[in-house]
C-alpha cells in the first residue's frame, strides 16, 4: 500500500497507509488525520479538505479539475500547490506523498 505523509498544522508528522483508488481525504479521515474536516463527505463541495501538496508530487497528480478550483478560491491561504485531498485518488505512483494541512 502507498504511504502518505501529513504535516499537520501543529507540526506533528503522521505517515499512513492508503489504499489504492481512494481519495487522501479518505485515508486523512479514516486514519484520524487532524485538520481535515471534510464536511462535504468528498463531493467537491467545500474547501476543508485543502492542503498542500509537495512540490516533488505536483506533477504525479492529475490536473484540478474546473470544480476544484471553483472551491479553492473559499480556502484561506491558497498557494500554487493547493489542492483538495478528496479529489487526489492514491496510486502508486503517489507513494511517499508529502501532504502539508494549512493552520486554518
Known sequence: MPKITFIQ????TKIIDAEVG?????AAVRNG????PADCGGACSCATCHCYINDAFLGRLNPAS??????????????P???LTCQIKMQDQLDGLVVTIPNT
Open 9 to 12: 498544522a501543529n507540526g506533528e
Open 22 to 26: 481512494k481519495s487522501v481525504m479518505e
Open 33 to 36: 488525520v487532524s485538520g481535515i
Open 66 to 79: 474546473a470544480d476544484e478550483l471553483d472551491m479553492l478560491e473559499f480556502a484561506d491561504n491558497v498557494q
Open 81 to 83: 500547490n493547493s489542492r
